[in-house]
């Protein structure tokens, strides 16, 4: 993959730009190997890594708006400036290699709608200016969840009257926009958004589907960006757990999933094993943003399981008892980089748990928390390579009892 940006200096947001591919999918698995030496052994079961496609994979783009409302530039801050000293000149990455099909012609529509509604970008430096960002998701069904990053409500009547305009123009682009909304985000501090989301167009939800599992998608809630290598990772925890059920001749009845986001684990354990699922006769999740439990609650509305998959909002750290007192068979974790923490290792080690799925994208603290998880041992493996060009790396671990 060659991209102009990267090699102008313009941008670094992939690292390894121009090595191989074979040779970035290589490295990853021998540092994620390396790092889980002492968790693995001889008996450990690795799965070849799964790989990406080297460009067109992300489904998200967090374009920093630049410029001037006539002329907005999309991107990314120009990182050859000290942060403290930056002028808030930006790179437009509009043409970026990196998403998915489609979405770049969209940005142009976006930059459209900035225009018509006379949205002044945000001066980093000067801190004036209305238009901090613009956060744009693509569904595998091609439509968008398209959100504007205000630092206040004062031009929200100025954009208002654009959004059918906008709305028109994807769709004749084959990208319609199933949702638009205003994110209200007034303080000056290093995030992509506030904490106030105001509707403007659409649904409430984008339609996720991976698998012929219609997930939903709420504005602030989470989704890998990698639609291919997620679908996978899903379909591969399923398979592990079934197989590993099967194999051991114990059953799984009951399957936690913390960290749950959506709910993309806890639908596809809950599945039939005859449709690629676990099988398990209930599954519970657990996460702490309420918007992401809500859109799991109406994906399991939608697809008629909602009497057997459950959501509850709460901290995972500190979980490992179901509001009814029950314990699970099967534990799902996908935490951020931090990891599971000390005390729910020390809570699973403690559980007599049969199973646990372990989903993480940084192998150090995945390697810290199994440390403290003895009664574990790894029995499989897999790399996926959910973020091409850099040196990170998904890893899937199916732990049992030793």
Known sequence: MHCPHFDAGECRSCPLMGVPYGVQLADKEAAVRARLAE???????WDAPAASAESGFRNKAKLVVTGTAAAPRLGILDPRQHPRH??????DLRDC??????????FHAIAGAVTAAGLEPYDVAARTGELKNVIVTRSPDRELMVR???CSADRLEALRPEVPALREALAALGTPAAVVTANLHPEHVALPEG????HLAGDATLRMELNGIG????PQGFFQTNTDITRRLYATAAAWLADAAAEGGTPVERAWDLYCGVGGFAFHLARPVAEGGAGVAEAWGLEVSAEAI???REAAAELGVADR???TAGDATTALAAPDGTRPDAVVVNPPRRGIGAELAGRLEESGVPFVLYSSCNAATLATDLTAMPSYRVARAQVFDMFPQTGHAETLVLLTRR
């Open 39 to 45: 968790a693995t052994d001889a008996r450990t079961h």
């Open 86 to 91: 930056h002028d808030g000149t930006g790179v």
């Open 97 to 106: 290699g990196l998403y998915e099909d489609g979405m770049k012609a969209a």
């Open 148 to 150: 504007f990053v205000l």
């Open 195 to 198: 904490p106030e989301e105001v």
């Open 215 to 218: 997930l939903r998608l709420r």
């Open 294 to 296: 809500e859109a799991a």
């Open 309 to 311: 998959v459950r959501f």
